[in-house]
């Protein structure tokens, strides 16, 4: 998938479950993947204007998901923007900036009203040549969840999955085994803080978007949960002194410049949390936060370009600032 995926099981680790769970991934890779030929993706790109195409049911799935926040962003996030990712290049060797001409074409393409999925025929049409999907901004979403799902299914209580970022911290941190944890399942330690000492919490730290991997700006408290980050700070490039990154504007046709660094979702399912954390992106903070607030369980950090950090109601009692730098800001 273009990334580094690690999957880390507390119980039940045979080299056999982890052979199957990477295999799920490579299998995901080849239906939903947008940068090789051949995938069930790949199929309906090329069919562009032409006719429907006969999918696996996982395209379809993530495609439908890819199209409520095409709706609920109008538009900002949309799944059909394919043509301008290619144009751009962003993450290859070909990147650059493309002619405003080149770019007033590739905007041309893209509507997701011009997807057209058949769910009883499993196909997909996209109505105009030239039109082409890319779910790069969800699928990693939904291959977290599919993941999450198969090693429920195989017994598997607690687990990290990682597929570059998009995490999913399965379970609870603490092994539920002995009485002690029959009473911390009824009084989790007390007040709110308390409570998340009680070893039973996840911690999963928010990238500091101006520093290398592995430094903070804070750290989220969870169980059952998954975090997604969108941000401009690891796909982009350099041209004439200026970063270009890869999150793009289906109203300009350039890398979206909201004077936001990053948004990190909290949700129940991945490929909410991925969905969102692109949408919200987009939007900026006023549309991101209500997006966010449409999806039952979703919470939001919002990093901004002067250090400012906004949350949405009910995140800020499970995330703690530990940067002296940055500052939390009034929702
Ligand atoms: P997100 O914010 O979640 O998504 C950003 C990505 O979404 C962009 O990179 C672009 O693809 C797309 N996007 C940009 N603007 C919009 C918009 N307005 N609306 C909707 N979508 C938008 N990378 C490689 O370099 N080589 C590979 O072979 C490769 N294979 C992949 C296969 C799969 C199945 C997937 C899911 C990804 C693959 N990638 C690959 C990575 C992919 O190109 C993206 O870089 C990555 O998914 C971005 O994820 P993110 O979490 O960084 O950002
Ligand atoms: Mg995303």
Request: hydrophobic share 35%; charged share 25%.
């Amino acid at each position: 998938m273009g990334t580094i995926c690690s999957l880390t099981l507390f119980e039940k680790g045979t080299p056999a479950l982890y052979a199957a769970a990477f295999g799920r991934l490579k299998e995901l890779e080849d239906i939903l993947s947008a940068n090789r030929e051949g995938t069930d993706l790949d199929k309906v790109n090329k069919n562009a204007g032409i006719g429907p195409v006969k999918v696996r049911p996982e395209l379809i799935v993530c495609l439908d998901r890819a199209l409520v926040y095409a709706e609920k962003s109008s538009g900002a996030f949309d799944p059909s923007v394919g043509p301008l990712v290619k144009l751009w290049g962003i993450g290859t060797d070909g990147a650059h900036v493309p002619k405003e001409e080149e770019i007033k074409k590739a905007l041309t393409l893209i509507d997701y009203r011009d997807i057209e999925v058949n769910h009883d025929a499993g196909t997909v049409l996209l109505k105009r040549p030239g039109m082409a999907l890319d779910l790069g901004a969800i699928a990693k979403g939904y291959a977290a969840d599919e993941l999450d799902t198969r090693l429920t299914g195989k017994g598997v209580d607690r687990a990290i999955i990682d597929l570059g970022g998009n995490i999913f911290a399965m379970g609870e941190k603490k092994a539920k085994k002995g009485p002690g944890d029959f009473f911390r399942g009824l009084n989790p330690g007390g007040s709110g803080k308390q409570a998340k000492d009680d070893g039973s919490f996840w911690r999963i730290g928010v990238q500091d978007p101006r520093e290398n991997r592995g430094n903070y700006i804070g750290i989220i408290a969870l169980k059952n949960k998954t975090v997604v980050t969108s941000g401009g700070y690891e796909r982009y490039f350099m041209e004439g002194g200026k970063r270009y990154h890869h999150i793009l504007s289906t109203e300009n046709g350039f890398p979206i410049e909201n004077g936001l660094l990053s948004v990190t979702i909290v949700a129940d399912k991945s490929i909410d949390a991925d969905g969102l954390s692109t949408s919200a992106f987009c939007l900026g903070w006023e549309g991101g936060r209500d997006i966010i607030a449409s999806v039952k369980g979703a919470g939001g950090i919002f990093v901004f370009n002067d250090l400012s950090v906004r949350i949405t109601p009910g995140l800020e009692k499970d995330f703690t600032l530990s940067s002296a730098e940055y500052k939390l800001a009034k929702p």
